[in-house]
């Protein structure tokens, strides 16, 4: 089955502990991207990657950071997690070989709150 | 001025009713255009495509305006299950970068 998987999928967690959220894609794409989803504010990226070894930021970057060893993982990590990383997490991947839609896979989601 | 707009609702709706709504986008370089759905606290999910002459699929019908920037969805004879929030994507020309519009919140009741 086509998916992205991410976890966790629930952490709570303190200021300045580092922790990394996972994610995986089984479907051999090559962009991969984070999210955060915050109410009122929408769907925000903060970083995408168009390939292995190829990432860039997206619109709310400060405080992650990614990296894309392997073209099925791409997980984010932050070093030093405040409060204000409290959010839902959404890691999502896409293909542009030919046959490919274009369409966005989303994971499930991992909600952070940081404390 | 957000990139993509859309009115946040809700917008209650009586169940076989129809309701539409649009969403606008700035980037007149702004090249594929997408409608995902997301239910509350789940992941968007690909409602469908916008293509240029407009498309439907069952009771969704999804248009463009490239003139005037926006586009749209209609939901004909709504049921309880369309209630979630849509979510407009548009694809600008440079990059492949996805930009979300807000969503809107469609609430559709017996």
């Known amino acids: 089955e086509a998916q992205v998987t991410q976890n966790p999928r629930y952490l709570i967690t303190v200021t300045g502990k580092k922790l990394t959220v996972t994610c995986s894609q089984n479907?051999?794409?090559?962009?991969m991207s984070w999210y955060r989803q915050d109410p009122g504010l929408g769907l925000r990226q903060i970083y995408y990657?168009?390939?292995?070894?190829?990432?860039d930021k997206g619109d709310v970057p400060e405080g992650y950071k990614v990296s894309r060893k392997e073209k099925r993982n791409f997980p984010l990590i932050l070093e030093s997690p405040s409060p204000n990383q409290t959010s839902l997490y959404f890691c999502?991947?896409?293909?542009?070989?030919?046959?490919?839609?274009?369409?966005?896979?989303f994971g499930e989601g991992s909600r952070l709150t940081v404390l | 001025r957000k990139e993509v707009e859309q009115d946040p609702g809700p917008f209650n709706v009586p169940e076989g009713a129809t309701v539409a709504f649009n969403c606008t986008y700035s980037n007149s370089a702004s090249q594929s255009f997408f409608w995902y759905r997301q239910d509350c606290r789940k992941e968007p999910k690909l409602l469908m495509s916008?293509?240029?002459s407009g498309n439907e699929d069952g009771r969704f019908t999804a248009q463009l305006n490239r003139a005037s920037q926006y586009i749209s969805l209609l939901i004909r004879d709504s049921k309880l299950s369309d209630s979630a929030t849509y979510l407009c994507v548009v694809n600008e020309a440079a990059g492949n970068k996805l930009t979300f519009g807000g969503g809107t919140r469609v609430l559709v009741k017996p």
């Open positions: 916008v293509y240029s």
């Open positions: 999502a991947s896409r293909g542009f070989r030919r046959g490919n839609t274009g369409e966005l896979f």
């Open positions: 479907m051999n794409h090559e962009y």
């Open positions: 990657s168009m390939n292995v070894e190829v990432t």
